[in-house]
């Protein structure tokens, strides 16, 4: 089965840390764009960071440069998110997706994970 599996979500308080996964299996992630997006509640969806297959450059949102930090560990076929100094407005559930190089529509979502960042 084809699929993206996150982890690695649970509450914080803030100013703390949490290291996102994202596991690919049936398919391999060196192909593939991975982003990760988020959606608090009552919010749209907004693209976070993403990592590219190729030269590894890196995208993040305004909102989280400087703290969050994204990563690919291709043998393990996993892509990693690790937000440190969290604040409670990155509360929401963050999604990991896939897409080919070239290719705007996202072929593969993982199912969510939730984020809660709360004194």
């Known amino acids: 089965q084809l699929q993206l599996v996150e982890s690695g979500g649970g509450s914080v308080q803030p100013g703390g840390s949490l290291r996102l996964s994202c596991a690919a299996s049936?398919?391999?992630?060196?192909?593939?764009?991975i982003s990760w997006f988020r959606q608090a509640p009552g919010k749209e969806r907004e693209g976070v960071s993403s990592?590219?297959?190729?030269?590894?450059?890196?995208y993040y949102a305004e909102s989280v440069k400087g703290r969050f930090t994204i990563s690919r560990d291709n043998p393990k076929n996993t892509v990693y998110l690790q937000m440190n100094s969290l604040k409670p407005e990155d509360t929401a559930v963050y999604y990991c997706?896939?897409?080919?190089?070239?290719?705007?529509?996202?072929?593969?979502w993982g199912q969510g994970t939730q984020v809660t960042v709360s004194s």
């Open positions: 997706a896939g897409r080919r190089v070239g290719v705007e529509k996202y072929d593969y």
């Open positions: 049936g398919f391999t992630l060196d192909d593939y764009v």
């Open positions: 990592i590219s297959p190729s030269d590894g450059s890196t």
